[in-house]
């Protein structure tokens, strides 16, 4: 946890300070969204499939004995 969370923290601080790693992100984000509600609603299914299948897996692999 303290990995992911010094891993978002390092992210938020390279776009806080890189006005052009920042307009390319919030550029992606924008296009993405454009893209989504092109295909809505199954665009919107299917990233909520997606994001439930990677929480499973997630949960999966973090309850296994190492």
Do not use: D, W
Request: proline share 5%; net charge positive; glycine share 12%.
């Amino acid at each position: 946890m303290l990995r992911a969370c010094s891993l978002l923290g390092l992210a938020s601080g390279f776009l806080v300070i890189s006005p052009a790693l920042r307009g390319t992100v919030l550029n992606g984000i924008a296009q993405t969204a454009a893209g989504l509600e092109k295909y809505s609603p199954y665009s919107y299914a299917g990233v909520g499939l997606a994001l439930v299948g990677i929480l499973m897996l997630t949960f999966y692999k973090a309850s296994e004995p190492r």
